[in-house]
């Protein structure tokens, strides 16, 4: 992988796109249940890039607001046709964009560092070594 990697990240119909250069700055994992209604699945996997990394390529997102455990503030863009939620921002975190791993579809992206919300974690789920694993958000 380079610093010119690229890669784009698709909801499920494919209207809403956005495509990133270099590598994500940390890529987080997380069991919360806001992930878990978020993804429908048992915990979600996350990329964080800085703004500069991000072009936006096609789709119109609506916006879904929502506070987090920690206080933070997001905004959830989603395709309104399909209903993917593809990117967010948080309000404690100006200038990243965060992005939803699965929406990239690329087995080789990088694994998560770590793993937040272990806490709420379904008793089944683990995680590889080099994931650390915190009970709630560090
Ligand atoms: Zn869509
Ligand atoms: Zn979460």
């Given at each position: 992988m380079?610093?010119?990697?690229k890669?784009?990240a698709?909801?499920?119909?494919?209207d809403l796109?956005?495509?990133?250069?270099?590598?994500?700055?940390?890529v987080?994992?997380c069991?919360?249940t806001?992930c878990q209604r978020?993804?429908g699945?048992?915990?979600?996997?996350?990329?964080?890039?800085s703004?500069d990394?991000?072009e936006?390529?096609s789709?119109?997102?609506?916006?879904?607001e929502?506070?987090?455990?920690?206080g933070n503030?997001?905004?959830?863009?989603?395709?309104?046709?399909?209903?993917?939620?593809?990117?967010?921002?948080?309000?404690?975190?100006?200038?990243?964009?965060?992005?939803a791993?699965?929406c990239?579809a690329?087995?080789?992206?990088p694994?998560p560092?770590?793993?937040?919300?272990?806490?709420?974690k379904?008793?089944w789920?683990?995680?590889?070594?080099g994931?650390?694993?915190?009970?709630?958000?560090p």
């Amino acid at each position: 992988m380079s610093l010119s990697t690229k890669r784009i990240a698709s909801c499920a119909c494919g209207d809403l796109q956005v495509a990133t250069t270099g590598e994500p700055e940390k890529v987080s994992s997380c069991s919360c249940t806001d992930c878990q209604r978020r993804t429908g699945s048992v915990f979600g996997v996350t990329s964080f890039f800085s703004a500069d990394q991000v072009e936006f390529v096609s789709g119109a997102p609506r916006v879904f607001e929502r506070g987090a455990d920690s206080g933070n503030a997001l905004s959830m863009n989603f395709c309104p046709k399909c209903g993917t939620t593809l990117y967010w921002t948080l309000k404690d975190f100006p200038g990243r964009i965060v992005i939803a791993v699965g929406c990239f579809a690329d087995p080789e992206f990088p694994q998560p560092e770590r793993h937040v919300w272990a806490k709420r974690k379904h008793h089944w789920v683990q995680f590889p070594d080099g994931c650390s694993l915190y009970d709630e958000a560090p």
